[in-house]
């Protein structure tokens, strides 16, 4: 998990505690606002129960004075009824408040209907017993106390009115203020989101992507990469980090430059001594052709100007020197060519390799002599390099697979191309001797002989020379063989050309390093 | 700048959250008459527990027997508002006086009754008839005689009327002056415990006494950071004396010391409710009382307008649901 995801999680988490209290003040104000519905229907109720009582109250009025005009029996059942009625509306609102003053009220109304109960019923005593002056007195008492009990079932209706009104009014409060808090709340939510960003973004993923480009700049041997003064002037974790490797960048091209001071006068050195060496080599070895020569020269005229005084045994002898002799001068020549392929400056052309393989096969007809081999050439793509020493890779190449195949009743020679992406691959194939694969990794090695000098001449540097020139122009050699099965040698050039070709002090450093 | 953004946002918000009760602005001066009745207790509650210094104001207290000179007084100029029965104002209004009505602060329909002299042959109601009744004239008294007599099936001619202060029901009942006296609950309790057995009592249901907070009409007007504090201060003391019963009768009877006997206010204190109200038994008792005076001969004018007489907002604004009656808005 990378560190920005990682810091992400706590303050993610944070985010997530934030929406909870949101979540949970949403909550409440929502339960709140449940109870005040249940409150509102409640108060709904008292009201319709006070206009209720108000309706029975008038049509009760009614009944009085039709007693008090036509004196109906009828009516006196009304009024028990309707006190009745009345007595379980009252105990059912009284059910329904728990306010004080809703219930001083309604005991006003309980009070005022119990005195319009007991005015009633005189007045009602008072119409029956006939007596004028009862009569007035009485009524004047029930008027007083249908008044008292029309004024307090105003006041209750509009009290319960009142409530409901407020009540309605804190339930629109409530949401109200749920969807400011809501609002503000989302908000926050977004604000707190991009602080968070912003501040994770500037002070954590900001330094670290820088301090990963620098790193990857020293990593790729950039050393002039500088943190200062974006990060190494910060005092925190980051800044310390920056200077750290500030500090350690500075070090390290210090001790850049003297490795490179050192490494080029060693090279110097070692370039020096390896040229010094070759021509060494080359003097000691194109000095040793004159004696050998010498040495050949006499021994040849030894045995054509004595012939007839040597035995056959002196005879024998003499040849064996002078076989010896040119095995050496062929040795030498071949360390000399050896060297030259070293030292030797490419002069780039673009190269037939066609031509340059059909070329080399008729100059070694002759090493043919019964025309015994099957030679193949395919297709050979043209490649970018110095012309002699391909050629001189063709003939080892080929020669080699001469040698090594001569033995075979039916010899077979093909010679191929095949490329990949990025070089250009050439064979030479034989179903010679083969070799074990063990030992491949000798094969191209100076003076290293799979096979015994009594079985194939040679001087062992032929494929020692193919590699040295393959590598100079940038290519690799290597093959694959079975025991009496036959041997391919393959040589890969690169297709980009000259990219990737060794001078001779690039070649001599690699070679001996 | 960024930050000085949020902040704006965040702040009403903030503010949005709590609310606070404490009076802001200079502390406002505010003198009221009283008629020094346990029927005032609301005022007291509120002056006792600090109701009234909490919410800004200085009040100072004009103490009168009746609420009649109470409100004398403040029609005089010498306070802003007066707490009386409901009589004076109504007799007020019908005299064209330009009153405000803020609200009525306690009803009870036991704070009047009518004693008579058992010597002097009472028994029951109907033994009035021929009687001299000495009643407080001008006061809610004369109402209530009125109304008694009426539902008694009394005339008001088979009677004598005569006036008696509240200083002298004691003295002039003791004397044999009167043969029947109607007095305040406050003063019942204290001339049984001297007169006992010489007396009976009567009481009528047909009648509410009702104490109003009033005061000229434009002085309330004028006023409006006092009114609204002195009403927010009215329903505290309302809420401390629905619950805390005793503690308040020990206000009151601290406040009323001398006057009133402890006992004495304990044993009517039930009778009394106490709330501040603009409702329909204000009004009804209210145009009842003129309607008497119309038909006793006492005024001829027109029914005054008791509804306009009406200041609801400051009420209105401490408890919304205790103004029952549609009133117009008032600025």
């Known amino acids: 998990m990378r560190v920005g995801l990682k810091l992400l999680v706590p303050q993610l988490l944070q985010f997530l505690l934030l929406l909870l209290v949101c979540g949970m003040i949403v909550f409440n104000l929502y339960t709140e606002y449940e109870t005040l519905s249940r409150s509102h229907g409640r108060m709904e109720t008292r009201v319709e129960l006070a206009e209720r009582l108000k309706s029975m109250r008038a049509d009760n009025v009614l009944r009085v004075l039709a007693y008090a005009n036509r004196r109906d029996p009828a009516q006196l059942h009304g009024f028990a009824r309707y006190e009745e009625e009345v007595s379980v509306i009252l105990t059912e609102y009284a059910a329904l408040t728990t306010e004080n003053e809703e219930r001083l009220l309604l005991d006003t109304v309980a009070d005022a209907q119990q005195r ?35 004024a307090s079932l105003n006041d209750l209706a509009g009290y319960a009115l009142n409530r409901l009104r407020a009540a309605v009014n804190r339930v629109d409060a409530q949401r109200a203020y749920a969807l400011t808090i809501a609002a503000y709340g989302a908000l926050a939510f977004v604000l707190l989101i991009m602080l968070g960003t912003h501040f994770v973004r500037r002070y954590v993923s900001l330094p670290l992507e820088r301090l990963t480009t620098a790193i990857d700049g020293i990593a790729r041997g950039d050393l002039s990469l500088n943190m200062q003064p974006e990060l190494a002037g910060r005092r925190d974790e980051f800044g310390n980090i920056a200077r750290a490797f500030t500090n350690m960048t500075v070090r390290l091209k210090d001790i850049h430059s003297t490795l490179e001071d050192r490494v080029q006068k060693r090279t110097l050195q070692l370039d020096a001594s390896v040229k010094e060496l070759e021509a060494f080599a080359y003097s000691v070895s194109h000095d040793l052709r004159v004696p050998l020569r010498a040495i050949d020269g006499f021994s040849h005229m030894l045995e054509q100007r004595y012939r007839e005084q040597l035995d056959d045994e002196a005879r024998r002898l003499i040849g064996v020197v002078r076989d010896n002799s040119q095995k050496m001068g062929r040795l030498i020549d071949d360390i000399l060519a050896f060297s030259r392929m070293g030292r030797q400056e490419i002069t780039w052309n673009t190269v037939d390799m066609n031509a340059l393989a059909q070329a080399a096969a008729e100059e070694l007809a002759p090493h043919d002599k019964g025309r015994r081999f099957e030679l193949q050439i395919g297709t050979l793509p043209s490649a970018q390099g110095n012309n002699a020493m391909l050629r001189q890779v063709w003939i080892n190449l080929i020669s080699n697979a001469i040698k090594f195949s001569s033995p075979k009743a039916h010899p077979k020679i093909e010679i191929g191309a095949c490329r990949d992406d990025q070089e250009q691959v050439y064979y030479v194939k034989d179903n010679g001797v083969g070799f074990d694969m063990q030992y491949a990794s000798k094969l191209f090695g100076v003076f290293q002989r799979l096979h015994g000098v009594d079985e194939f001449e040679g001087t062992g540097i032929g494929l020692a020379i193919v590699k040295r020139i393959v590598s100079r122009h ?20 690169p297709l980009a050309g000259t990219q990737g070709a060794e001078t001779p002090d690039q070649y001599y450093l690699k070679e001996n390093a | 700048m960024k930050w000085l953004y949020l902040l704006s946002l965040i702040t009403p918000l903030l503010s949005s959250c709590g609310g606070n009760d404490t009076a802001t602005g200079p502390r406002l001066p505010l003198t009221i008459a009283e008629f020094s009745q346990p029927a005032a207790a609301l005022l007291y509650v509120a002056e006792a527990r600090g109701y009234l210094s909490g919410a800004g104001l200085d009040v100072t207290f004009r103490p009168f027997n009746v609420g009649k000179d109470a409100l004398k007084d403040t029609l005089d100029g010498k306070s802003d508002l007066a707490i009386t029965f409901q009589t004076p104002v109504v007799r007020n209004l019908q005299e064209g006086i330009p009153l405000g009505i803020l609200a009525s602060i306690m009803t009870s329909s036991r704070n009047n009754a009518l004693v008579g002299l058992r010597e002097r042959g009472i028994a029951k109601a109907g033994d009035l008839r021929g009687k001299k009744i000495g009643v407080t004239k001008g006061t809610s008294s004369e109402f209530f005689l009125s109304v008694f007599l009426a539902t008694e099936g009394i005339l008001p001619k088979d009677v004598t009327t005569v006036h008696v202060t509240p200083g002298d029901f004691e003295k002039t009942l003791a004397a044999g002056d009167v043969d029947a006296l109607v007095l305040f609950a406050s003063y019942r309790t204290r001339i049984r415990n001297t007169m006992g057995e010489r007396l009976v009592y009567f009481s009528s249901d047909a009648y509410n006494d009702i104490v109003i907070l009033t005061g000229l009409r434009q002085i309330i007007l004028n006023k409006p950071d006092a009114i609204r504090r002195l009403m927010t201060a009215l329903s505290k003391a309302q809420d401390y004396i629905e619950n805390n019963r005793d503690d308040s009768i020990a206000i009151v009877a601290r406040r009323l010391a001398g006057k009133f006997e402890k006992a004495n206010i304990d044993e009517d204190w039930d009778s009394y409710r106490f709330a501040l109200r603009l409702d329909h038994i204000l009004l009804g008792n209210m145009r009842s009382e003129s309607d008497w005076y119309a038909a006793s001969g006492l005024f001829r004018g027109a029914t005054p307008d008791f509804k306009g007489a009406l200041v609801s907002e400051p009420l209105r604004a401490v408890r919304a649901a205790s103004v029952t009656v549609q009133t117009p808005r008032q600025p």
């Open chain 1, 116 to 150: 319009i109960t007991e005015s009633r019923t005189a007045l009602i005593n008072a119409i029956d017993s006939g007596n004028a002056m009862q009569q007035d007195a009485a009524f004047q008492r029930w008027e007083i106390h249908r008044r008292l009990l029309d």
């Open chain 1, 474 to 493: 940038g290519g690799r050699v290597w093959a694959e063989a079975q025991l009496n099965e036959g041997a391919t040698l393959y040589f890969a050039l």
